[in-house]
């Protein structure tokens, strides 16, 4: 790709061979991913996402073994066509790895792990997250510690653990973080202070080390969703069905959101195609903070 100097408008570049195809600027292939609370949810969809895109992907979460979910995605990972280059080729693939985003020097250890058996990490997507309702006048303060210990020491220590990487090897990374538009807006009629609170965090922490890891070339962004069905929502949904109507009708599209919905955002994020985006918040949220 020209640099900005020598950048003399899109008929130039096209006649010259430096220009890459929109399929390889999206393309994760010799890439590896590491994917926190890539079990279930938000976290399996985006590890498939980078997958598909042609990536050896990690997926960390709590349970000691995946669920019968992640084994079917992982069977459908391992049935993906073989990168350009023949079978010798690495990727796509998706592992999973038992562990705590809570605690640093485990999660250190993890990533050098990863490190040591693939030579590279080029991708985190930092997203375990947890959600708890208490009355903001009543938070337990353990309760109200266990959300910042998640949703924020634990994005922390996840992008510690693969920065720390990227900028030893010179790789020009991409660190994603699941903040939520409840890091912007509160959420209507809900008691979730911790958790709107942790996810402003996030999207402070993003911009943050976007600025101080900028020089080193490795680029971190938040990536914002808004209401999606996932185990996360569902539970609150099941418990209140008045739910169902109360959140469709906080967003302008008339409707919650998919898993799915997100596999573009977070790809254009981990590839190529973002190469001048750092210190963002991406928001996926059905146009809900725009009203
Ligand atoms: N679902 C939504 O509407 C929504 C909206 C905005 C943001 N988010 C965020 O997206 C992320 C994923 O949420 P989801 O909806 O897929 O929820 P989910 O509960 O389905 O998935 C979260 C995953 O994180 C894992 N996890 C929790 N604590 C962990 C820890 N200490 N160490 C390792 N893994 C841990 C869980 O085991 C789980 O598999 C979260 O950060 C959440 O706050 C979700």
């Not at 590279?120 to 309760?143: K, M, S, T």
């Not at 920065?163 to 809900?190: F, Q, V």
């Not at 906080?250 to 981990?270: K, T, V, Y």
Request: charged share 20%; hydrophobic share 40%; aromatic share 8%.
């Amino acid at each position: 790709m020209s640099s900005p100097e020598s950048f003399q408008g899109v008929a130039a570049v096209l006649a010259g061979s430096t220009r890459s195809s929109i399929s390889s600027l999206f393309s994760l292939t010799g890439r590896v991913a590491l994917v926190t609370g890539g079990g279930r949810g938000i976290g399996l969809e985006i590890a498939l996402a980078f997958a598909e895109a042609g990536a050896v992907v990690y997926c960390l979460d709590k349970p000691t073994e995946p669920g019968k979910d992640w084994l079917t995605v992982q069977k459908h990972v391992g049935q993906l066509p073989a990168p350009e280059g023949g079978k010798d080729s690495k990727g796509p693939s998706l592992s999973y790895l038992h562990g705590d985003v809570t605690d640093q020097k485990a999660m250190w250890k993890i990533v050098d792990d990863i490190v040591a058996k693939e030579n590279r990490i080029d991708v985190c997507f930092a997203n375990a997250g947890i959600l708890q309702e208490y009355n903001c006048l009543e938070y337990p303060a353990e309760e109200f510690q266990k959300v910042m210990n998640v949703n924020v020491n634990g994005v922390l220590f996840t992008a510690q653990a693969v920065g720390r990487h990227m900028e030893r090897l010179g790789i020009p990374g991409s660190i994603i973080m699941t903040a939520s538009m409840s890091g912007t807006i509160t959420n209507p009629r809900r008691s979730w202070v911790a958790y709107n609170t942790s996810k402003s965090a996030v999207l402070q922490m993003a911009r943050s080390m976007a600025c101080e890891l900028a020089p080193k070339g490795i680029r971190v962004n938040a990536l914002s969703p808004g209401y999606i069905l996932t185990n996360m929502t569902r539970d609150f949904l099941d418990s209140n069905p008045e739910l169902w109507t109360d959140w469709k009708g906080q967003n302008p599209s008339g409707r919650i959101g998919r898993p799915d919905e997100l596999r573009g955002a977070a790809l254009w994020l981990a590839s190529d195609a973002s190469t001048f985006c750092t210190g963002s918040d991406i928001r996926v949220d059905g146009g809900q903070t725009a009203w």
